[in-house]
Antibody, heavy 125, light 111 residues
Framework: EVQLVESGGGLVQPGGSLRLSCAAS????????MSWVRQAPGKGLEWVAN????????YYVDSVKGRFTISRDTAKNSLYLQMNSLRVDDTAVFYC??????????????????WGKGTTVTVSS | QSALTQPASVSGSPGQSITISCTGS?????????VSWYQQYPDKAPKLMIY???KRPSGVSNRFSGSKSGNTASLTISGLQAEDEADYYC???????????FGGGTKLTVL
């Protein structure tokens, strides 16, 4: 069974750090882009970061650049998100997702076809 | 980053068809970027419903279809069922960048 399981969420004070993990199973982890997507309470989905198969390409939403770092460990079939200088508005459920990227004659695409159940990050004093 | 605009809510009766729009700009939806659509139930993870603009993943009902006209992509659900009541999000690359955009989400109510 294809599965993604997030962990590492919790309560942290503003300015603090947290490291999220995502354990992948049931597919060839090294063959896929991976993403982090978050959802603040009562709000919509927000893309956070992408990483390519080799870990050599990393992209971030502007609001987390310089504070968050996405990484992966192929040997452990795991994806990570190191979050530093956390702010109250980082409070959200964080989802790990498997990405598919490519292009056709009609255009280019990035979509997320497998999602974890999410882990909750609460930033509060 | 530009935004993808969706209606906050749509509704329909069982058996009817509804369409959810996702309006971008000439640099994202209207250009070379293909849209995907996700369904999300309360307190659940999103689920991919449409990818590459019009394709359905295995297991997704053929009542769901995607299309595009100009700067607007659309998700149509035909033969509306109570189980379709959920939030729906569109997504695409942002312009020529490698950033990913989500629409604000649309809450579908089945009357």
């Amino acid at each position: 069974e294809v599965q993604l399981v997030e962990s590492g969420g919790g309560l942290v004070q503003p300015g603090g750090s947290l490291r999220l993990s995502c354990a992948a199973s049931g597919f060839t982890f090294s063959s896929h882009w991976m993403s982090w997507v978050r959802q603040a309470p009562g709000k919509g989905l927000e893309w956070v970061a992408n990483i390519n198969q080799a870990g050599s390409e990393k992209y971030y939403v502007d609001s987390v650049k310089g504070r968050f770092t996405i990484s992966r460990d192929t040997a452990k079939n795991s994806l990570y998100l190191q979050m530093n200088s956390l702010r109250v508005d980082d409070t959200a459920v964080f989802y790990c997702a498997r990405g598919e990227v490519g292009g056709t004659l009609l255009g280019r695409y990035y979509y997320m076809d497998v999602w974890g159940k999410g882990t909750t990050v609460t930033v509060s004093s | 980053q530009s935004a993808l605009t969706q209606p906050a809510s749509v509704s329909g009766s069982p058996g009817q068809s509804i369409t959810i729009s996702c309006t971008g700009s000439s640099s994202d939806v209207g250009s070379y970027n293909l849209v995907s659509w996700y369904q999300q139930y309360p307190d659940k993870a999103p689920k991919l419903m449409i990818y590459e603009g019009t394709k359905r993943p295995s297991g997704v009902s053929n009542r769901f279809s995607g299309s595009k006209s100009g700067n607007t992509a659309s998700l149509t659900i035909s033969g509306l069922q109570a189980e379709d009541e959920a939030d729906y999000y569109c997504s695409s690359y942002a312009g020529s960048s490698t950033d990913v955009l989500f629409g604000g989400g649309t809450k579908l109510t089945v009357l």
